[in-house]
């Protein structure tokens, strides 16, 4: 390829490397780069924007000597073919690539199985929640080792404000009336802590700018860019995305559905289902399905939950205040894995989830549990340190990873 061309890509790059080196990373940053470093070959590290992909791949490039990074969207600017610029970097003596953003180059997938296949060269790439799909979809999943990045959890955020480590508590530690207290004990001293966390510092790139505008830089990339790499869109449909994201925003999570978000942005049903469905693709919503089998699981709708921080970010510059039920259940759903929720009573989408064999009510201070009383293991699950029998402190879920 053109040397003139490809040394332009390599400069900006390496620029753009540059600014994400970070003195600390968080411990699942480290854990991913460990696991990276210790042996050669395909790994995929995927996850919304903001959350840490790009620093990892600076922590690789700064410790892994004859690495090259290379962004995608350097690479689809300058029109240059992937394939290429990876053999072009193998001629100039490189044995590890990195490309963060591939999923804005067209077909990446094909060049990265040829090159891999051709070189068994150590090879990283970073993109968003979809690309583990098409990667998990294709001849590609034989090969990769997948890497998927959250927002901080409480217990990262902590280590960033205090400088000290938190360990890890599993989910059978908080039900254990023994351990709970000790977790609870831990936490307490920093609760002044929760709610900037929850409203302002939950993705990495916010809270190391100091600057809540970068959620909504995100929103817009993720609609504009994002999205793109998932199927055609007409200004319609990117109007009609924007209007989504802000319904759910603004509105508690009860409220919520398929046909208010299609009356709302007058849409058909199913459109609005399928953008729903790749905005969670690209990590700006969570999809909790309900529980059930068969015909009640099909016919259910599902709850719409956001990554933390994006809620209060967005309501903030829409001039109006977050549900605070919202943001309670955003919390859970980020920290817990493979929860379902309960339909109960006479509302759609309650604050009650399965977790396992499991069920949490999410509820403030006051919140009562006579409804629990009575059923096996079945916990109110509340914005408070103090807790009784079959209450647990929704921080504790914090903890989790």
Not at 185 to 206: D, H, S, V, W
Not at 306 to 311: A, I, K
Request: charged share 25%; net charge positive; hydrophobic share 35%.
């Amino acid at each position: 390829m053109d040397e003139k061309l490809y040394s332009n890509i390599v400069s900006i790059s390496g620029r753009s490397i540059e600014t994400a080196k970070v003195d600390l990373l968080r411990q699942s940053s480290r854990e991913v780069a460990k696991k990276i470093k210790s042996k050669k070959g395909l790994y995929l590290i995927c996850g919304l924007r903001g959350v840490g992909k790009t620093t990892i791949l600076a922590e690789l490039s700064r410790s892994i000597e004859r690495s090259i990074y290379l962004n995608g969207e350097i690479i689809v600017k300058y029109g240059a073919d992937l394939l290429d610029v990876l053999h072009h970097s193998e001629r100039a003596g490189y044995s590890t690539f990195m490309v963060d953003e591939i999923h804005t180059i067209p077909n990446w997938e094909k060049d990265i199985k040829i090159f891999y296949d051709e070189t068994h060269h150590h090879t990283i790439i970073t993109g968003s929640s979809a690309v583990a799909l098409k990667v998990l979809g294709s001849e590609l999943s034989r090969r990769i080792t997948v890497f998927n990045l959250k927002p901080l959890s409480f217990r990262e955020y902590l280590y960033f404000k205090t400088n000290k480590e938190f360990g890890k508590v599993g989910m059978d530690d908080i039900l254990d009336r023994k351990k709970l207290p000790g977790i609870v004990k831990q936490i307490a001293p920093y609760m002044t802590e929760f709610e900037l966390y929850t409203r302002k510092n939950a993705l990495p790139a916010a809270y190391f700018e100091n600057n809540s505008e970068v959620y909504l830089n995100i929103v817009e990339r993720i609609v504009r860019y994002d999205l793109q790499s998932l199927r055609e869109m007409d200004a319609e449909y990117i109007d009609s995305a924007f209007k989504v994201i802000k319904f759910v925003a603004t509105s508690s999570p009860g409220e919520v559905s398929y046909s208010g978000l299609a009356n709302s942005v007058r849409q058909n049903t199913r459109l609005v289902q399928e953008m729903v469905r790749l905005l969670s693709y690209a990590g700006l919503f969570y999809i909790v399905p309900p529980e059930g089998r068969g015909h009640k699981v099909i016919r259910g709708e599902d709850k719409i939950l956001m990554p933390l921080s994006f809620r209060s970010a967005l309501c903030e510059s829409y001039g109006v205040s977050p549900s605070i039920g919202g943001i309670r259940e955003d919390f859970f759903i980020q920290h817990v894995n493979d929860a379902k929720y309960i339909k109960t009573g006479t509302e759609r989408r309650t604050p009650d989830f399965l977790v396992g064999k499991h069920i949490f009510e999410i509820g403030g201070e006051s919140k009562g549990w006579t409804q629990l009383k009575e059923m096996k293991n079945a916990y109110l699950v509340k914005e408070s340190l103090f807790f009784q029998e079959k209450e647990i402190p929704l921080y504790a879920f914090g903890f989790l990873y």
